[in-house]
């Protein structure tokens, strides 16, 4: 069974960074399309960033174009969410998961616990 495990989360000023990562334990993300994704309270799950597993293409949601940027090692069976430009609105839950599309928010395997992002004003 797949285990996400995601971390990098925490309490941030607006305007601030960070930089989110994922590794998914008994399975290789090798192959498979990563994303991530963030849920805040009372809101449904919505896409964020998606990475081909070629590694060659991206997706962003218009919300975060231009701030995040996702990226895959392969070597080290990790994907990365790197946040720049904090917005209070970016607060939510972020989870990753493999996904069958570039658009998607239905998850391959069993979503993790999430870690979560706070940005303050």
């Known amino acids: 069974q797949v285990q996400l495990v995601e971390s990098g989360g925490g309490l941030m000023q607006a305007g601030g960074s960070l930089r989110l990562s994922c590794t998914p334990s008994g399975r290789t993300i090798s192959g498979y399309i990563m994303g991530w994704f963030r849920q805040a309270p009372g809101k449904d799950r919505e896409h964020v960033a998606t990475i081909h597993w070629t590694g060659r293409t991206t997706d962003y949601a218009d919300s975060v174009k231009g701030r995040f940027t996702i990226s895959r090692d392969d070597a080290k069976n990790t994907v990365s969410l790197q946040m720049n430009g904090l917005k209070p609105e970016d607060t939510a839950v972020y989870y990753c998961?493999?996904?069958?599309?570039?658009?998607?928010?239905?998850?391959?395997?069993?979503w993790g616990q999430g870690t979560q992002v706070t940005v303050s004003s």
């Open positions: 998961n493999s996904v069958s599309g570039m658009k998607t928010t239905v998850g391959t395997w069993d």
